[in-house]
């Protein structure tokens, strides 16, 4: 079964860092663009990183450059989400989620993957 997983989430206080996890099995994420995604109480899911599978091009949304880097450990069939500075606006559910369409990253929306992991919750406090 086709599965992507999250992990690392937790409680952490304003201006505190985390990283997220997203770890395939049963496919091989170096094939696909994968992205991370967002959601909060009362919001609609957002995409907030993307990196592309051929040119390793990314995005960002605007609430979160310069402090959320997306990369990759192929090894580890894994992708990281890195949160730095770490505001009152980022708790939500992360997702992580795969497409193969090329133009995912430059047109982020949740019709378009294909594989969802189940999330993992952020919380910032204090």
């Known amino acids: 079964q086709v599965q992507l997983v999250e992990s690392g989430g937790g409680l952490v206080q304003p201006g505190g860092s985390l990283r997220l996890s997203c770890t395939a099995s049963e496919f091989t994420l170096d094939y696909y663009n994968i992205a991370w995604f967002r959601q909060a109480p009362g919001k609609e899911r957002e995409g907030v990183s993307c990196i592309s599978m051929s040119d390793g091009w990314t995005y960002y949304a605007n609430s979160v450059k310069d402090r959320f880097t997306i990369s990759r450990d192929n090894d580890k069939n894994t992708v990281y989400l890195q949160m730095n500075s770490l505001k009152p606006e980022d708790p939500a559910v992360y997702y992580c989620?795969?497409?193969?369409?090329?133009?995912?990253?430059?047109?982020?929306?949740?019709?378009?993957?294909?594989?969802w992991g189940q999330g993992t919750l952020v919380t910032v406090s204090s």
């Open positions: 989620a795969v497409s193969r369409w090329a133009g995912i990253c430059g047109d982020l929306q949740t019709r378009y993957l294909e594989v």
